[in-house]
């Protein structure tokens, strides 16, 4: 599990620890702390959605790292995000992340691009289980 004061990037199929992620980015220098949750809904596309079960590439962690590491270098900010694999239910967080700065404009930016690089680089599916009993996987 890669960690520095201002660097932690987990994938883990036990529930994530919010406020280790937190934790990870406090400091006495920043005025703004953002978080995001990705929590299971239960609807997708019109259809009820009753589970997800995440998979991940075994490199899975280390690209997470890479992606942190890289948003911590291009914005100077201390930035923290975990993922669940797994089978998942709804309310469940997939995905927690967590941004700190001195201002709130920084951590809301920082959070933003720092989620859609995960979702982009990150090898993580989900296959969405629905109502009427069949599943999809989404993203490959």
């Known amino acids: 599990m890669p960690h520095t004061p201002e660097l932690l990037a987990i994938v883990t199929d036990a529930p994530i620890d919010e406020a280790a992620i937190r934790d990870a980015v406090e400091a006495p220098e920043c005025g703004a702390l953002v978080m995001f949750h990705g929590i299971v809904r239960d609807h997708d596309g019109g259809r009820g ?30 930035l923290a995000a975990a993922h669940r694999v797994g089978a998942l239910r709804i309310g469940d967080a997939a995905l927690v992340a967590a941004a700190s700065a001195a201002h709130r404009a920084e951590a809301f930016a920082a959070i933003e691009q720092l989620v859609e690089r995960i979702k982009r680089e990150v090898p993580i599916w989900k296959r969405q289980h629905f109502e009427a009993g069949e599943s999809e996987w989404v993203g490959l």
């Open 49 to 78: 959605v009753t589970a997800l079960d995440y998979r991940s590439h075994p490199e899975a962690e280390r690209l997470l790292a890479e992606c942190v590491a890289a948003e911590v270098a291009r914005t100077g900010l201390r």
